[in-house]
């Protein structure tokens, strides 16, 4: 079985901390993915990564930065985090064959920033 | 832009009785199409894909979704309801990244 594993289920930070979400999959796929979910808005992609160091931007990059210096290992960070980022984080890994469609996702981290 | 619309926030059912949930698509090209599901405090589950071939797809839990090219949408079915169906839903699109629809709410009362 897949496993993608997220390092905290639920964190509380305060405005201007800098915030890291790390995420690891156990696969060894090339893809992983950062997506944030809001209530109406179903979930959003932040950033993407192809292979280790190779990052792009999804559909709403403001705020974040992302690091992969493993093939395992997903980092999101909130260089100064405000409150707007209060949502639930989601990270995903997908094999990197065309023909692969599935993504498989972590359990989710709730972030609360006050 | 591929986009993905589920009209409904919310889908009440009484159990035993079948259930639809609704999506309807926008891409160029060929579409591939998911359904994936979350239950309450986990990450989202997938439950079936249309890529290619037979219009109705059937996937986990006893689910299946039928593919409708001329009218773009590609709705969630199941016969019989169970309370544990309960949970959110999301229909999503794939041309190069997926898109997922705003998510559906289904609630399966007894």
């Known amino acids: 079985d897949v496993k993608v594993t997220q390092s905290s289920r639920y964190l509380v930070k305060r405005t201007g901390e800098k915030v890291f979400l790390e995420c690891v999959q156990d696969?060894?796929?090339?893809?992983m993915f950062w997506y944030r979910q809001d209530p109406g808005l179903g979930l959003r992609l932040i950033y993407f990564?192809?292979?280790?160091?190779?990052?792009e931007k999804g559909d709403i990059p403001e705020g974040y930065s992302v690091s992969r210096e493993k093939k395992e290992r997903f980092s999101l960070i909130l260089e100064s985090a405000s409150t707007n980022q209060t949502s639930m984080y989601l990270c995903a890994s997908r094999n990197g064959l065309e023909s692969s469609y599935e993504q498989y996702f972590g359990p989710g981290t709730r972030l609360t920033v006050t | 832009a591929q986009s993905v619309a589920q009209p409904e926030d919310q889908v009440n059912v009484a159990e035993g009785n079948p259930l639809t949930v609704k999506c309807t698509y926008s891409v160029s090209g060929n579409p591939y199409l998911f359904w994936y599901v979350q239950y309450p405090n986990r990450g989202l589950q997938f439950l079936l894909k249309y890529i290619t071939g037979d219009n109705l797809v059937k996937g986990s839990y006893g689910f299946e979704a039928e593919f409708n090219k001329s009218q773009t949408s590609f709705h969630l079915k199941k016969p019989s309801a169970l309370v544990s169906d309960s949970a959110l839903y999301f229909c999503?699109?794939?041309?190069?990244?997926?898109?997922f629809g705003g998510g559906t709410r289904l609630m399966v009362k007894p």
């Open positions: 696969m060894d796929h090339e893809n």
């Open positions: 990564s192809y292979d280790v160091k190779m990052k």
């Open positions: 999503a699109v794939r041309n190069n990244m997926l898109t």
